[in-house]
């Protein structure tokens, strides 16, 4: 079997469609933004004073208000297009950023942060259209390389969230110009110039026509059997869905557990501030960038599922161990180790989502997908806020490496039927 040349190298970029390339080109970009704040907004809260319960109040509600948008980004891009939906959100993004700046009040920063999602770390996805974004790729690419395209997506959005944490790690220098959580407003700068730039990027891509466009007569004159055929499949599509939806859910609550408030955690359980923090993740995402391309050659040549469970259920025993380890050294190297393996596979779970379902219902399937994430996420966040409030610093490590197995398990029996599609 010969295998064409993977997007990651130079002719296999060339040969990418022009849409995939100007999504994955603004995801590098907009992963960038998020990447400086990934670290610093959370320590930007904590240098205004919030407490650990209120940081992870506000982490977990801008998780539940992502919701709405969830719901019917999804399915209106189905029908009506994907540009209008990530224009609008880059739009949102840079008068968002600009407004933190400009008018420094709490209402002002709880309700951009809210609504754009800061300090969640996205990897560079659209905020609550991700779903969108990712349907969209999936239309421009070919289903055999599909999980080395969304694989190479996802390296680039760690590649630019390390770039980006690297510009955080360097708010104490700025410190010394302007003290205090002044220092951390540059970031805020930052993100409205990348959201101009994306914005005027995929305002520039060509979407011939929205995916999932109201029938015509002719179709809907199909005959019988035809129709019914069609009904059969989006049962199995349907059924398919529920099942990645309660998966996904056991992962969200355990990632929610620990992701958000880990810049936190570190800070308080050994003291070290934004340039230890920021430098660590740095080279966390760089080397996750590429685990990713390794692991999307992975899936392309011996299957999704076998490349994710095995990174993931090694990657359970090193989120157990961080908790008991005595300096920031060694439990920044298990951090490091540990999203390698996890969000290494990233694209590759992407790719699986999209696989399930036909192109006219992607947008719904990506919805359903961040859906079942990002709410459980929340609930984790905040039960994380609560108990490290409380002082239990190890407590919801352990917790979240009892989802994560879990997860792991359920992964690798239920969806393992799905791993061709429906």
Do not use: C
């Not at 990418?16 to 400086?36: E, H, N, P, Y």
């Not at 966390?284 to 390794?294: G, I, K, N, R, Y």
């Not at 999203?339 to 719904?364: E, I």
């Amino acid at each position: 079997m010969t295998f064409a040349p993977p997007p990651f190298t130079p002719a296999g970029w060339r040969r990418l469609d022009a849409v995939a390339r100007g999504l994955m080109t603004a995801r590098f970009f907009r992963s960038v933004a998020q990447g400086a704040l990934v670290v610093d907004f959370v320590l930007y809260l904590k240098a205004l004073g919030w407490s650990a319960a209120a940081i992870g109040l506000l982490l977990g509600a801008t998780g539940a208000v992502s919701v709405v948008l969830l719901l019917g980004s999804g399915v209106l891009s189905d029908r009506y297009g994907r540009r209008p939906f990530l224009v609008g959100y880059q739009v949102a993004t840079a008068i968002g950023s600009l407004a933190v700046v400009v008018f420094p009040h709490s209402w002002v920063l709880v309700l951009a942060a809210v609504l754009l999602g800061y300090g969640r770390g996205a990897n560079g996805a659209a905020g609550p259209f991700g779903p969108v974004e990712q349907a969209w790729l999936a239309s421009s690419v070919a289903p055999v390389s599909r999980s080395q395209a969304f694989s190479l997506n996802a390296a680039l959005g760690f590649l630019g969230m390390g770039i980006g944490t690297s510009i955080g790690a360097g708010v104490p220098l700025v410190e010394r110009v302007l003290p205090g959580p002044n220092a951390y407003e540059p970031l805020f700068v930052l993100n409205f110039v990348i959201a101009v730039v994306t914005t005027w990027m995929i305002a520039r891509l060509r979407e011939e026509r929205a995916a999932g466009a109201p029938e015509t007569e002719a179709a809907a004159a199909r005959a019988p059997t035809e129709r019914s055929e069609d009904a059969t499949l989006q049962r199995r599509e349907n059924v398919a869905l529920v099942l990645l939806s309660t998966v996904n859910a056991v992962n969200a609550i355990g990632i929610g557990l620990i992701g958000p408030l880990l810049p936190y955690w570190f800070a308080v359980r050994y003291g070290v501030g934004a340039g230890a923090i920021g430098a660590v993740y740095t080279v966390t995402f760089l080397l996750t960038a590429v685990s990713s391309l390794v692991t999307g050659e992975v899936g392309a040549r011996m299957g999704i599922v076998r490349s994710i469970v095995g990174p993931r259920t090694l990657g359970v025993a090193t989120l157990f161990a961080m908790p008991l380890m005595p300096a920031y050294a060694w439990a920044a190297g298990l951090y490091a180790f540990r999203s390698v393996l996890n969000r290494g596979t990233a694209g590759t779970r992407q790719a699986f989502s999209m696989g399930l379902v036909r192109d006219r219902r992607r947008g719904l399937a990506g919805s359903l997908n961040a859906l079942s994430f990002r709410l459980p996420s929340a609930v984790g966040a905040a039960v994380a806020g609560w108990l490290m409030g409380l002082g239990q610093l190890a407590l919801p490590f352990f917790l979240a490496a009892g989802f994560q197995l879990a997860y792991v398990v359920l992964f690798a029996t239920v969806l393992r039927r799905y791993e061709d599609g429906t």
